[in-house]
């Protein structure tokens, strides 16, 4: 067996319509550790596998609701944040875990620290990059003409150019990009361009990697869905249970990342003492495309397996 294949795949039936992919690699006795990719929609890739030592940890490829290799691809019924975290337990109860770690980037860990607040006891540490504050100037930031456009404006042209709104504000925007990513003449090229403005804030003056189309149509009717209806409140439920968080709590973050900017990670944690454990990358970027983010959430990941190691054998 090659050194990232599963030892186990299977779909998921969730008795709503949708099948969750879910493959298992590594060792199966080792410490389990979920990772919750981004997007939302975004699925996961065997690139991921690269954080962890898969002689001892267990780890387990969850694609959510639409996204990766989850049936049906891009589908929005019965997609939502409360649906997200039912999966969460679902797939826990179905694997007969008692407790797991957790790892993810962007919109994966917030959907992760909103999992650990509503069920701490679950959660024996959790390791987390990008974090995505879903809030109205979460979102505004990254979607609206006063944040990273400011930045980025040539790219941002483009990306509201594709959908033609109707006139400018968030809303126009985003009942044009409604239109358009389900059978609008333009369709593809707004699939495109929704992806193509994400990933020009999270690997800024890089070459951008083609992705096949079928994801990339889930990443952006999914991440679209998501925003339209501002994340389904799910600040609210980020906000409320921090206080709950286990204690090895880590979230790695890149002084530029531009789809989750510093300034609003640091007012949202200011907001009250949470367990914690901040660690800046300067230079840093959003995800794991680069060297400084990569090795930083590699030496995070060993971290929180020597924290957990005596934990889980006990």
Known sequence: MAHNEPFTETWLDTGDGHLLHLSQHGNPAGVPILFLHGGPGAGCTAQELQLF???????????????????????????????????????????????????????????????????PQRVMAQLYWGLFIPSDAGRDWLYGSGGAAKRFPIDYHSFVNAAQPRGSGLSLLFEAYQGQLHGGSRERRCVEAWNRWERV?????????????????????????????????????????RQQWPAHT?????????????????????????????TWVSGGFHGLAEDKMQQAVQQGCRRMFANVTAQFKE
């Not at 889930?218 to 339209?228: D, L, N, S």
């Not at 880590?250 to 367990?275: K, M, N, Y």
């Open 250 to 278: 880590e979230i790695i973050q890149g002084t530029q990342d531009w789809v989750c900017p510093e300034h609003l990670l640091r007012e949202f944690l200011a907001q009250g003492s949470a367990p914690h454990q901040l």
């Open 53 to 119: 030592d898969l002689s001892q940890c267990h780890v387990i490829l969850l694609d959510q609701r639409g996204a990766g290799e989850s049936l049906p691809a891009g589908e929005l019924r019965h997609n939502d944040l409360l649906s997200l975290l039912t999966d969460l337990e679902r797939i826990r109860h179905w694997l007969q875990l008692e407790q797991w770690c957790l790892v993810g980037g962007s919109f994966g860990a917030t959907l992760g620290l909103i999992y650990s607040g509503l069920c």
């Open 201 to 241: 804030l999270a690997q800024p003056w890089s070459v951008l990697t083609p992705v096949p189309y079928r994801r990339d149509e889930a990443t952006a009717k999914i991440e679209h869905h998501y925003a339209k209806q501002r994340y389904f409140d799910a600040y609210t439920l980020l906000y409320e249970g």
